[in-house]
C-alpha cells in the first residue's frame, strides 16, 4: 500500500532525538489506507466541476498539508466502531470546507504563498479566487446529501457557518486593541475549533455511539482545534518561514491580535503598552519584528505555550470516555505528538 501520510512539522530547532514529522506518520498508519482512499476522493471532486472550472479547483484542493480533520473523521470512527464509506465522506467534506476556508483565508492575508506554492489569490487575483472558494464551500454542501441521517448534514452545515462567522468576527476586530483573551478564544474556537470537533463528533455520531462518547470525541476536537490554532499562531509569530510553508507576520502585520500579542500587552506597563500599540497600528516591518523579541523577553510567548499544552491536556482527558483500543490510542498519540511540537520551543529564545 501507498504511503499516503504527507506531514511536515512546522516548528524550528527540534529536540535531538525526537523527529516529529515520522512520529505523526506513524500516529496515522493505522487509518493509512483510509486516508489514501480519502485523498483519491478529493482529488476526484475536481472532475464534477465544468471543465472550464476543474483545473481551478484541482489546484486548491491538491494538498501536501497534514489532513489533520479527515483523519480526526477516521480515528474518531475507528475508536467507536468500524471506519465505513460514510466516514471517508465525511472525511472528503470537512476537508473540502477547509480547504475553502485557506483559500479565503489567503485573500484577506494578502498570502502569496502556502506550503511552497503559489496561492490562488496570487495566481488568479481576489475575484476569481473569491468564487473558487465559494465554489468548494457549495461543493462540500452537496455531498452532504449522501449521508442517511439529516443530523449530519445540519451539524457540518453548523459547522461551516462557525467557521465562516469565526472569519467574518476575526476580521471585524484586526487592529482592535479591546480584544480579550476570552475573545481571541472565541474566535479560534469558531474558526478551527469547529470544524476539529464536527470530525470527531460526526465520527463517533455515524457509529452510533453513546451520546457521552459522541460529547467527550466532541470536546476533545473543538480542544485540539484551538490548541492547534494557538500552535499555529506562534509559528506565525516566532517560526521558520521555510519550514512552515507559508508567509511568517502575515497575523501581526493586518493586525490579526494572536495570542502571544494579547500576552504582550498584558504583560507591560501602560508606558510601554503604549508603544507597543503604536507599532501594531502603524509600525514598519522592522518595528513589528521587535515585538517578536518583546514577546519572548517577557514571557508572551511562552504563556501562549503553556496554554496551548494545557488544552491538549484537557484533550486528553475527554478520551477517558472513549473505549480503549488502537484508535484511541492513535487520539492519544496525536496530542502526545502536538505537545512535543511546542515544547520544541524554548521559551528563552523562541525558538
Known amino acids: 500500500m501507498k504511503n499516503f501520510t504527507k506531514l511536515e512539522t512546522a516548528a524550528p530547532g527540534p529536540v535531538p532525538g525526537v523527529d516529529y514529522k515520522e512520529a505523526l506518520k506513524r500516529t496515522f498508519e493505522l487509518i493509512n489506507s483510509g486516508l489514501y482512499a480519502v485523498e483519491e476522493r478529493i482529488r476526484a471532486q475536481a472532475r464534477e466541476f465544468d471543465p472550464a472550472v476543474e483545473g481551478y479547483v484541482a489546484y486548491a484542493i491538491e494538498s501536501n498539508g497534514k489532513r489533520l480533520r479527515p483523519a480526526l473523521a477516521l480515528l474518531a470512527g475507528g475508536a467507536t466502531g468500524n471506519i465505513t464509506n460514510e466516514h471517508l465522506d465525511l472525511a472528503v467534506v470537512v476537508e473540502l470546507i477547509h480547504a475553502a476556508t485557506l483559500v479565503h483565508d489567503d485573500i484577506l492575508d494578502s498570502a502569496d504563498t502556502r506550503r511552497g506554492k503559489p496561492t490562488p489569490n496570487a495566481k488568479w487575483g481576489n475575484s476569481l479566487s473569491v468564487l473558487l472558494g465559494d465554489c468548494l464551500f457549495a461543493h462540500a454542501l452537496k455531498q452532504c446529501s449522501r449521508f442517511q441521517s439529516s443530523e449530519v448534514m445540519r451539524r457540518i452545515a453548523e459547522s461551516a457557518s462557525d467557521v465562516c462567522s469565526g472569519e467574518i468576527i476575526q476580521t471585524q476586530r484586526r487592529f482592535d486593541l479591546k480584544l480579550s483573551v476570552p475573545d481571541y478564544y472565541r474566535i479560534i474556537e469558531m474558526k478551527t475549533g469547529a470544524l476539529f470537533a464536527v470530525a470527531t463528533e460526526l465520527g463517533a455520531f455515524i457509529n452510533e455511539a453513546a451520546p457521552t462518547v459522541i460529547t467527550a470525541l466532541r470536546t476533545f476536537g473543538m480542544r485540539l482545534g484551538t490548541a492547534y490554532q494557538i500552535y499555529d499562531d506562534v509559528v506565525d ?31 507591560t506597563d501602560s508606558a510601554e503598552r503604549d508603544g507597543i500599540c503604536q507599532i501594531i497600528l502603524s509600525g514598519s516591518d522592522e518595528e513589528v519584528a521587535t515585538l517578536v523579541t518583546k514577546s519572548i523577553q517577557t514571557g508572551a510567548l511562552k504563556n501562549a505555550i503553556a496554554t496551548g499544552r494545557r488544552m491538549l491536556s484537557e484533550a486528553q482527558t475527554e478520551l477517558t470516555a472513549v473505549p480503549a483500543g488502537r484508535h484511541r490510542d492513535a487520539l492519544e498519540n496525536l496530542v502526545t505528538t502536538l505537545d512535543g511540537m511546542f515544547s520544541q520551543y524554548n521559551p528563552q529564545t523562541g525558538k
Do not use: F, V
Open 237 to 267: 509569530l516566532a517560526g521558520d518561514e521555510a519550514k512552515a510553508g507559508k508567509t511568517l507576520g502575515s497575523d501581526l502585520r493586518k493586525g490579526k491580535l494572536t495570542l502571544p500579542i494579547l500576552y504582550l500587552l498584558q504583560n
